[in-house]
């Protein structure tokens, strides 16, 4: 029987692999880090309408996915990553509300089935809309992780597009 929420669950958990992947391959080193690793146990708490609007229940529910570290450049980076089939990717206004306010310094990363696939963009320079161009409104991945080679971005970039467009027919046929 089909289930929309993990269904969803499995779909980030692909993506966010997958630009791990991508990530630690070009010299990287990326850890899990969003709410579903270390808060596991009260994922659920979270989300009850007691907790659903306290300040702490919200940043942890939106803590970024993966930490990367730049051992070269002595940098560390919270990245979120996003997955949409759309060439307009469209968000609740409200999640990158939360994301701005509590992840400023963190960046989002879409993985999209067209061009580039892989896009990125600081928190603190996404404006607060419904779409997003990935065009205009983010930049290439490999303009923030600059180690990322072009052959990665073409091999991983065919993985995601073959998930994404399996995974349509899959919520279409069900």
Partial sequence: MYDNF???LLKGNIFKEIVKVLLEKSGYIVIP??????????????SQKSMHDSITARRIRSSPDLLV??????????VEVKMSSYT?????????????????D???????????????????????????DPKTDFQMIQSMFKRIS?????YYGKVACDIIEVMSKRTTEV
């Fill in 6 to 8: 993990y269904d969803t």
């Fill in 33 to 46: 880090y969003g709410y579903e690793n270390p808060f596991a146990n009260i994922k659920k708490g979270l």
């Fill in 69 to 78: 570290y730049d051992e070269k450049a002595e940098e560390i980076r919270l």
């Fill in 88 to 104: 307009m990717p469209r968000f609740r206004k409200e999640r990158i509300e939360t994301y701005v306010e509590f992840w400023k």
């Fill in 106 to 132: 963190a960046v989002l990363v879409m993985v999209l089935p067209f061009g580039n696939v892989f896009y990125a963009q600081d928190m603190a320079n996404l404006a607060i809309k419904k779409e997003y």
């Fill in 150 to 154: 072009p052959d990665d971005i073409d």
